[in-house]
């Protein structure tokens, strides 16, 4: 007993003291490195867990700041907690190579969240400034520097940034809809138009980008196709107000439209797309009145009115002189045509049966529908007028003689003056001639026996007959 009290062996061991501020320090590293100090090895390991979970849910969680403010109430409780379990303010000794290891763990630690969120406020404000200018380029180049890193130590930021990402591609798919609606095509216009506003409803914030998009659309017009650049103002004009920014598309309308549609209906005219031409022609003067260019689209209307009506007198005069054409069945007017006028020779083109027109001068004659003044139709010779009858030697009966009428050549004819279409001659033109031969040459048809001449025969006409029966009908006399 006497060498165990004289050894000291019979005294207590002291109570192990820990240094607050290390433990503190340690489990503001946020992986319980505090308790392990401590030797709360259990505690330590649901602290490093808890924090991960923590920080799990604010990267891939709720990215919130009211998740953030979480983390820090968790981060003070850790530190708290891990101060009085050492004792707080109770006087300890001091560890200074605890102290070390906790600075050593946790400085890295504070110092990388430090600088990760001084580096995301500033990617931040790259991307602010960004949206502010309507530059989605720039605010993707700044986004794609967004780590991990960044993300736990600013998880707000990743939320804004992902939703500038996704305007700036869905304003990059609305772009692509708009060019190809520059080509014409009404649907990828709409398609283009509806993404710039869903974007402006369901991504507020990012209205300049909005602006900035379709700028550059507006700015393709005019395209270099006239009648790409109508069609597209003719959409953008009947495109209904939805109240935004894209309203303001209609104000390219009035100063693009008009030399688009003329230039178009020029373009149709030279390729003989009349109607089409026309149509072009008039949308200018029905809907931008008063514009320099309504003189030219007047006269547009004027002359494609022309070309429509002399393509459709070609096509009813189609086929072969010798016969009927439509146009004496259906006549149409050519308004450019020279009037048909009283004293003057009033150049036609004949159709029908031409064997005495033909004998014609050929003054009397248009060479084409452009210099003609009449379309004459006419139809085959009948019996006209009896100039005189005489007496002919019967072949049979020489005693009694057979008579013979000697009759005009009537010849049914329609005149339409050109002009108006409208009909100005329908009746029986009558061709004199010679009459009452010495000797009478006639052809006998189906008989052996010569019966002698047929009781009526037309008058020998001669060219100038023929002129002198159409004289009054070519001269309006």
């Known amino acids: 007993m006497d060498l165990v009290t004289q050894a000291g062996l019979d005294r207590e061991q002291p109570e192990r003291s ?20 401590l030797g709360r090895i259990r505690l330590a390991v649901a602290a490093t867990l808890v924090s991960v979970v923590l ?16 983390v820090l109430l968790w981060w003070v409780a850790l530190v708290g907690h891990a101060w009085l379990l050492a004792g707080g303010r109770r006087p300890g000794a001091v560890q200074r190579d605890q102290r070390l290891v906790a600075l050593a763990v946790t400085v890295p630690v504070l110092l990388a969240v430090g600088f990760l969120r001084f580096d995301a406020a500033g990617i931040e404000r790259t991307v602010t400034e960004a949206r502010g200018s309507g530059d989605c380029a720039r ?5 794609d520097r967004v780590s991990f890193g960044h993300r736990v130590a600013d998880a707000p930021l990743t939320v804004r940034g992902e939703r ?89 309308v009035a100063r693009t439209a008009p030399a688009a549609l003329v230039d178009c209906a020029d373009g149709l ?35 494609a009115g022309l070309a429509i009506e002399l393509a459709n007198v070609r096509s009813l005069l189609d086929g072969p002189a010798s016969s009927r054409p439509a146009y004496c069945t259906k006549p149409a007017p050519y308004s450019a045509a020279t009037p048909y006028t009283k004293g003057r020779t009033n150049r036609a083109l004949f159709y029908g049966d031409d064997e005495y027109t033909k004998k014609l001068p050929a003054t009397w004659r248009a060479a084409d529908v452009t210099a003609a003044v009449l379309i004459v139709c006419v139809g085959r010779k009948e019996y006209g007028t009896t100039v005189r009858t005489c007496p002919y030697e019967n072949k049979i009966s ?7 009428a000697f009759r005009k050549i009537a010849i049914p004819v329609q005149a339409y003056e050109l002009r108006t279409g409208k009909l100005v001659f329908n009746s029986k033109v009558q061709i004199s001639g010679a009459s009452c031969p010495r ?28 002129r002198a029966a159409f004289q009054s009908l070519i001269t309006r006399g």
């Open 139 to 143: 605010a993707l180049t700044a986004l």
């Open 18 to 37: 820990y240094d607050p501020l290390a433990a503190a320090l340690g489990n503001a590293s946020l992986i319980g490195v505090g308790y392990l100090m």
């Open 398 to 404: 020489k005693r009694f003689p057979t008579y013979v």
């Open 439 to 466: 000797i009478l040459r006639y052809t006998r048809y189906g008989s052996l026996i010569d019966l002698g001449p047929p009781s009526e025969v037309y008058v020998t006409a001669s060219n100038a007959n023929v």
């Open 164 to 252: 500038s990402v996704e305007a700036c591609q869905r304003l990059r798919a609305a772009e692509q809809r708009l060019a190809s609606g520059l080509t014409g095509d009404p649907d990828g216009l709409k398609a283009g138009f509806d993404e710039l506003g869903a974007v402006l409803v369901d991504l507020p914030g990012h209205e300049k980008m909005v602006d900035a998009t379709l700028d550059r659309f507006l700015g393709e017009l005019p395209t270099d196709d006239p009648c790409r650049t109508a069609t597209v103002t003719d959409w953008l004009r009947q495109r209904p107000a939805t109240n935004n920014a894209l309203d303001r598309a209609t104000e390219v």
């Open 269 to 303: 005219m030279a390729g003989s797309e009349w109607e089409a031409a026309r149509t072009r022609y008039q949308q200018l003067l029905d809907q931008y009145p008063g514009q320099e260019l309504n003189a030219r689209a007047v006269e547009g209307v004027k002359r």
């Open 55 to 70: 920080v799990a849910s604010l990267v891939w969680g709720a990215r919130s700041g009211w998740a953030e403010i979480v």
